[in-house]
């Protein structure tokens, strides 16, 4: 098992460009979520998913778009790139979301920086 | 609104040392799920330990083990007999017994110093 990657791994944008993080993972979990770390702010939630074809918003959801297509995939959007946007960005996947019995597998991150 | 604080933003301690990263959170909710993540250089998050609100044992995972205290709201995190490998960001985080997500405090940087 590979657990969670995300793809890529380092970016550079300009402001005003587009793309696209994808995280995939191969443990058939039903949950996944897109937070973003900044220095001294810990992690925030953008986005998340509780099923394929689901989403739903977290707690800093502006600027950004998600999509859950496939189970194994979520992907994270950003459509005109801003520097408040430089971040880095950690996918996670869980079984059931249920509260105890669940744990949240991470990502390796995928560090970004717009110019 | 459910919010974790983490006191502490840098610590350090001498290996072997033991060490208690403090973590206080709010929430209006009696039934709820506590965490300590790790994050180490490498970047990649692991869960440290966990803990049920209605259970009053404190859990313990080999050297780590936590000080839970439900009418304080206080959930700390104590490393015993600290190793070099203990360096990390170290995360509080919530979850809510109903809740789909986890909301994660701002992190306690720790060096363990050789």
């Known amino acids: 098992n590979a657990g969670v990657t995300q793809t890529p791994k380092f970016r550079v944008l300009k402001t005003g460009q587009s793309m696209t993080l994808l995280c995939a993972q191969d443990?058939?979990?039903?949950?996944m979520y897109w937070y973003r770390q900044d220095p001294g702010m810990g992690l925030r939630l953008i986005h998340y998913s509780v099923g394929e074809g689901t989403t739903a918003k977290g707690e800093v959801p502006d600027g950004y778009n998600v999509s859950r297509l496939k189970k194994q995939n979520f992907l994270l959007g950003l459509e005109s790139a801003a520097p408040s946007q430089t971040s880095v960005y950690f996918c996670?996947?869980?079984?059931?979301?249920?509260?105890?019995?669940?744990?949240?597998?991470f990502g390796p991150g995928t560090r970004l920086t717009v110019l | 609104a459910q919010t974790v604080t983490q006191s502490q933003p840098e610590m350090s301690v001498q290996e072997a040392e033991t060490v208690t990263l403090s973590c206080t959170y709010d929430?209006?909710?009696?039934?709820?799920?506590l965490f300590w993540y790790k994050q180490p250089p490498s970047r990649q998050m692991i869960l440290v330990i966990r803990?049920?609100?209605?259970?009053?044992q404190n859990a313990t995972e080999n050297r780590f083990s936590v000080n839970f205290q439900k009418a304080a709201k206080s959930f700390s995190l104590k490393i015993s007999d600290s190793q070099l490998g203990d360096t990390a960001m170290y995360f509080c985080?919530?979850?809510?017994?109903?809740?789909?997500?986890?909301?994660f405090g701002k992190g306690t940087r720790l060096h363990i110093l050789p």
């Open positions: 443990m058939n979990h039903e949950y």
């Open positions: 803990q049920e609100a209605y259970k009053q």
């Open positions: 929430t209006s909710e009696n039934n709820y799920y």
């Open positions: 996670a996947s869980s079984e059931s979301g249920a509260a105890y019995t669940d744990t949240q597998y």
């Open positions: 985080a919530f979850r809510g017994n109903r809740d789909d997500k986890i909301i």
